[in-house]
């Protein structure tokens, strides 16, 4: 038996090339494939929805695609004024297909009661400590007796 290792060829999608310092020194000549100016977001050039768009945050696909597919592509083409305003059924059909998934679609006020940040909440309260919080022109209250300021005499 031999110590070595049978030669296994391998193919490689990628390709190894050396160059020598004349050929480095020579301003390169590959041209790369056209790039699009503008990548496509929401509204494609030609004027159509693109659910692909990452912008949509995968509400086109899942248990109530269809429904948002087909409230938002009312809205887009809706010639009503104020626009939309004819696509108000296919929105209420879209919330109560949401509303079967609250697990999906949590209302973002019960995310912040869970979390004791509520947004809408505007009090002067110390969520920590739940005590009033100071502003910066209250002066400071000390809270130390006359027996505890006085110094210590050396012995």
């Given amino acids: ?22 050929e480095a020194s020579e301003p390169s000549t590959v041209q790369l494939g056209a790039s699009e100016e503008h990548p496509p977001g ?28 087909e409230a938002f592509s009312c809205f887009h083409y809706s010639e009503a004024d104020p626009k939309g305003s004819d696509c108000i059924e296919k929105f209420a059909e879209m919330q109560t297909c949401m509303q079967g998934y609250p697990e999906l679609f949590e209302e973002k006020e019960k995310k912040y009661e869970d979390q004791g940040d509520d947004p809408k909440e505007n009090t002067a309260e110390s969520p920590a400590t739940e005590e009033p919080v100071k502003s910066s022109t209250e002066e400071p209250v000390e809270s130390s007796t006359e027996s505890e300021k006085s110094p210590v005499e050396p012995k």
């Fill in 42 to 69: 929401l509204i494609l050039p030609n004027g159509d929805i693109n659910w692909n768009c990452p912008c949509l945050g995968g509400m086109a696909v899942g248990p109530c695609g269809v429904d948002f597919r």
């Fill in 1 to 22: 038996m031999s110590s070595e290792l049978p030669k296994q060829e391998s193919t490689s999608k990628d390709k190894v090339i050396f160059l020598t310092e004349e």
